[in-house]
Nanobody
C-alpha cells in the first residue's frame, strides 16, 4: 500500500504546521502509526507513535507535538506547535501493527516518501 504524506513546508520559529498521512487500502483503526524524522547528517529518529494502548513522544517534542488518527477519514496527523530550527528535517509516516509500542524501524511495514519541514526565519 502506498503511504502518502502532505503538509510540509517552511515555517518561522515559534510557528505551527500539521502533517497528514493516509494510505490506500489500510484502515488506520486497525494499525499503529508513527512519525519519524531525519535531519541532515543525522540518523532517522522516532518522534511520535499512536497505537492500541500506546501514545509515545520523543522527549524533544513533548508538549509541542501531537499525534492523532481520524478513523472516519482514515488519516493520521502530526500537529506541530512552537517549532524550533532543530525540528528541521524530513518527516516520515510509518504504519505498523496495532500493537506496535516503540520506534524500532523494523516494526513498521509501510513507509511514506517523506515531507520536508524547514523551520527558519
Amino acid at each position: 500500500s502506498q503511504v502518502v504524506e502532505s503538509g510540509g513546508g517552511l515555517v518561522q520559529p515559534g510557528g505551527s504546521l500539521t502533517l497528514s498521512c493516509t494510505a490506500a487500502g489500510l484502515f488506520f483503526e486497525y494499525y499503529g502509526v508513527a512519525w519519524f524524522r531525519q535531519a541532515p547528517g543525522k540518523e532517522r529518529e522516532g518522534v511520535a507513535l499512536i497505537s492500541t494502548g500506546s501514545l509515545v513522544y520523543a522527549d524533544s517534542v513533548k508538549g509541542r507535538f501531537t499525534i492523532d488518527k481520524d478513523k472516519g477519514e482514515n488519516m493520521a496527523y502530526l500537529i506541530m506547535k512552537n517549532l524550533k530550527p532543530e525540528d528541521t528535517a524530513v518527516y516520515y509516516c510509518a504504519i505498523g501493527p496495532s500493537w506496535v509500542r516503540d520506534f524500532r524501524e523494523n516494526g513498521y511495514d509501510y513507509w511514506g516518501q517523506g515531507q520536508q519541514v524547514t523551520v527558519s526565519s
